[in-house]
């Protein structure tokens, strides 16, 4: 298996699309709330704006400072 950069330089909005949803799962049969927050936060990358790397470290720093993240909704999970 051939592994593709996945670095925007070198990927398409369709790519960085299919990038995401796969690393997210299926969006469409998702539990209600839950994967509406994911989708948001990385859309920064699949525009063509962050590479994952950041928008991850930005999530890290916002999750072990306490500062607000991607609001989870209805999922009764755990």
Known sequence: MEIKSILIKDTTREEREQIVAESIGNIESACDGCAPG?????????????????????????????????????CMMG
């Open 38 to 74: 994911l989708v948001e936060m990385y859309q920064e990358y699949i525009e063509g704006r962050k590479e994952l790397r950041q928008i991850n470290m930005e999530f890290n720093a916002r999750y072990v400072s306490g500062a607000e993240g991607p609001k989870r909704g209805g």
